[in-house]
């Protein structure tokens, strides 16, 4: 299973990607985690995507999409993904749609998460994310049961610095101008799915589970024939 999870900030892909790779036994690959633990560590490639995020803009695609590929080579990655954040950019669409065929592989399907604008930035507004183990609460619609501490893991949960309100408005900008496009992209190979994703969690998690399975039964139904 190989997913592509499309949306806005605030769209719910995080919490909806975990839960899709976790029920299928695949990776969750989410790159804004990925810079973000890098950043905690301190690395070289913490400290080159931080001066992009902070503005909300896009760390180039180049540097993106090396990372995603040498996070492909670890083993639970080995059956499958479901990717959250990433692509991006139509370059990266086609960087990963050609490193897939080269190994004979391809994306199977793209989940596009639609929420208004005005949802967003309210969720965005209230949400908390866990330091250690990265999974996100709302302090309204979803939040720990203790203050300030993740339910999953027990970590300290804070606030990010690009969810501020300055930031927000210039990454549904960037979203709309740089990753709208990706939709047409994916429509145009007949994998695109759109999800309304407006109303709670579970909703939307069985929403997105039945677009999942009504491909798979259609791909079942091909390889039967053929
Ligand atoms: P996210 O956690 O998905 O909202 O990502 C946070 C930030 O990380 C974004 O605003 C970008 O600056 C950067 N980022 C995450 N994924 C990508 C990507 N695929 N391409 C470029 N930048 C990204």
Redesign the pocket.
């Known amino acids: 299973m190989r997913i592509v999870l499309l949306g806005p900030?605030g769209a719910g892909?995080?919490t909806q990607a975990a839960r899709l790779a976790e029920r299928a036994g695949v990776a969750h690959v989410?790159?804004?985690?990925l810079?973000?633990a890098n950043q905690e560590r301190g690395t070289e490639l913490g400290k080159q995507?931080k001066s992009?995020?902070d503005t909300?803009?896009?760390?180039p695609?180049d540097v993106?999409t090396r990372m995603v590929l040498e996070r492909f080579k670890e083993s639970d990655a080995a059956d499958g993904f479901v990717l959250?954040?990433?692509?991006?950019?139509i370059p990266?669409a086609e960087a990963l749609d050609a490193a897939l065929a080269a190994a004979g592989q391809a994306i199977d399907q793209a989940l596009l998460i639609e929420v208004d604008r005005e949802e967003l930035v309210r969720r965005l507004a209230g949400r908390w994310i866990c330091r250690a183990c990265q999974t996100p609460y709302h302090e309204r619609s979803a939040p720990p049961a203790k203050p300030g501490v993740c339910d999953a893991c027990g970590g300290e949960l804070y606030q990010r610095d690009?969810d501020r309100p300055e930031v927000v408005g210039a990454?549904l900008e960037?979203y709309e101008k740089q990753t709208g496009p990706l939709a047409g992209y994916y429509e145009r190979q007949g994998k695109l799915a759109r999800i309304d994703g407006l109303g709670g969690i579970d909703a939307v998690a069985e929403k997105l589970g039945r677009a999942v399975g009504g491909r798979a039964a259609v791909a079942a139904a091909h390889v039967k024939v053929e």
Request: neutral net charge.
């Open positions: 900030p892909k995080g989410a790159t804004g985690d810079f973000r995507a992009y995020m909300g803009a896009l760390v695609d993106t959250d954040g990433f692509p991006r950019t990266q690009d990454r960037t």
